[in-house]
């Protein structure tokens, strides 16, 4: 049996659909396909319910599910533990963070931790949301930062773990002050002035949350630009090249000294929640200071 299959079992019990669990899996859907075959043919039965739309897990595939889950993550775990003990190390806290969480907030929260425990040992995992949240899934982290918000589903099982939400942050439309001053860009207009737009990547979770936000009201934004990375879309900003949607933790600098300006009102501002995920009992002591101090 290929390890993957559980991998990739465990993402399909997940996400219930074959094309979304194939592309974060990162492979084709006729090669997924024939992976969850594979493994079926191994156990013997038939884990999947086919004949319903969305795909069920049959009987047998919700008995397997936790065994496999628990599968994953305990080889995962016993992987990294010989691998530490190999090189003689303490153990690193693994901690899985969307880009722009691990680049305005994680860092400097790591720095104060690295202060009060000079012991800490940390690798970041900066990632997309899909990739991140897989990587706890899987345990092949501590710990997932991710965002937020209340109109985006999570793709998360939150059952499976604790959660703690940190703090709020804003997605604020911004652009350089000279530029919007000397084109007269403005969200809403008449049509007469087109304003470029530039657009997270509509499959990412930022671009959800600005799609939602900017809703059915007409605007006068034309997409010039699409990016998956918050501080890509940032440069382009700064460069004068549009208006675009920035965490409020990566811009605060920006605002304060007026080289970035507001866009719209309140109304087109989106409030996202910063929240940290883990299973407590899969923490070393160091893993629980963190979790605690968060």
Avoid at 47 to 73: N, W
Avoid at 77 to 88: L, S, V
Avoid at 219 to 233: G, N
Wanted: charged share 25%; net charge negative.
């Amino acid at each position: 049996m290929d390890i993957n299959w559980l991998g990739d079992f465990v993402c399909l019990g997940r996400t219930l659909n074959f094309t979304r669990a194939a592309e974060e899996r990162n492979i084709t859907q006729s090669a997924f396909s024939r992976r969850i075959r594979s493994l079926e043919n191994w156990i013997g039965v038939p884990l999947i319910d086919r004949a319903t739309y969305p795909v069920q897990l049959s009987e047998a595939g919700r008995h397997f599910l936790p065994i496999a889950q628990q599968t994953v993550a305990q080889l995962t775990d016993t992987r990294q533990a010989i691998r530490e003990a190999e090189r003689g190390n303490a153990s690193f806290q693994r901690i899985a963070a969307l880009h722009a969480i691990s680049v305005n907030y994680l860092q400097p929260r790591l720095a104060e931790f690295e202060t009060r425990h000079p012991e800490l040992r940390t690798r970041v995992l900066s990632d997309t949301l899909t990739a991140c949240c897989q990587l706890l899934s899987e345990g092949a982290c501590e710990f997932l930062l991710y965002y937020r918000h209340q109109d985006v589903a999570p793709i998360l099982d939150e059952t499976r773990f604790v959660r703690k939400d940190i703090c709020t942050e804003l997605l604020i439309p911004v652009a350089l002050h000279d530029a919007a001053s000397h084109h007269g860009w403005r969200l809403l207009g008449d049509g007469s002035i087109a304003v470029p737009y530039l657009s997270y990547d509509p499959n990412t979770f930022l671009g959800t949350v600005v799609d939602r936000t900017i809703g059915n009201r007409g605007t006068a934004l034309s997409i010039r630009y699409m990016d998956a990375l918050a501080e890509a879309l940032k440069r382009r900003t700064l460069a004068g090249a549009g208006v675009a949607w920035l965490p409020e933790f990566s811009i605060k600098n920006e605002l304060e000294d007026g080289t970035l300006v507001r866009m719209g009102g309140e109304t087109w501002t989106a409030r996202l929640t910063i929240s940290l995920f883990c299973s407590i009992e899969r923490l070393d002591d160091m893993g629980k200071m963190i979790w605690d101090e968060f």
